[in-house]
């Protein structure tokens, strides 16, 4: 039990770009969503938390014009790189909790070329 | 500012070693997790301890949550090629809200 689905698990792209990621909790209803970000070697850094149907809550340092969170229903949060520039390259990785432990996705690995 | 320093950083040992990981704090958790992370992938939760003093075992893994909540260690016993990985230890503040995430410590064992 408790799958977190993240997609893509790779994405590839040109500078400028926006990039989606799409986080889904497959078989529990996730009151809350967590985006975290990490670097080659390094732990996860949170991003921003996301709780359905409210606006998501960034972390300090985190720019919410440029990471939009979207959490629009239960089983669904999306991370929307905007303009996305080589120095967002990184893997960035979704977990999903309903009144327990966090449950992490498998993470998309983002280039921006 | 909640901070989990974790070490050693790296580690590397032989099939059938015996290791421990530690994690300290100043600041007092609700609840500690330790999770286990293969390159590529998301972090899998490995255990949950909530209680000071709280021991639990899973398999060759034995976790300890320190008596004031404030650290926390991993001991594996007689360790495997398949342990390799990146162990993570979190700290959540009050109901798993927020998970403050050790730096990782990345253990290689080889046969």
């Known amino acids: 039990g408790a799958v977190v689905s993240q997609h893509p698990s790779r994405v590839i792209c040109k500078s400028g770009t926006s990039v989606k990621i799409e986080c889904r909790s497959l078989?529990?209803?996730?009151?809350?969503m967590f985006w975290y970000r990490q670097f080659p070697k390094q732990s996860l850094m949170l991003m921003a938390t996301?709780?359905?149907?409210?606006?998501?809550?960034?972390e300090q340092g985190v720019e919410k014009d440029k990471f939009l969170i979207n959490h629009a229903s239960l089983t669904l949060s999306t991370l929307t790189v905007t303009s996305a520039h080589p120095e967002d390259s990184s893997f960035y990785i979704c977990?999903?909790?309903?009144?327990?432990?966090?449950?992490f996705g498998d993470g998309t690995r983002l280039s921006i070329l | 500012t909640q901070l989990l320093e974790q070490s050693p950083q790296f580690l590397s040992i032989q099939e059938g070693e015996n290791l421990t990981v530690y994690c300290n704090s100043s600041?007092?958790?609700?609840?500690l997790q330790w999770y286990r992370q293969e390159p590529g992938e998301g972090p899998v939760l490995l255990v949950t301890?909530?209680?000071?003093?709280e021991v639990k075992k899973l398999k060759r893994l034995t976790f300890q949550f320190g008596d004031a909540r404030k650290d926390s260690s991993l001991h594996i016993t007689a360790a495997q090629p398949g342990d390799t990985g990146l162990y993570l230890c979190?700290?959540?503040?009050?109901?798993?809200?927020?998970?403050?995430f050790g730096a990782g410590t990345r253990l290689a064992v080889h046969p």
């Open positions: 977990s999903a909790r309903n009144g327990g432990p966090q449950h």
């Open positions: 078989d529990f209803q996730a009151t809350t």
């Open positions: 996301s709780n359905e149907g409210s606006k998501a809550t960034y």
């Open positions: 600041s007092v958790f609700s609840s």
């Open positions: 301890v909530v209680t000071g003093g």
């Open positions: 979190a700290g959540g503040d009050g109901g798993y809200n927020k998970l403050i």
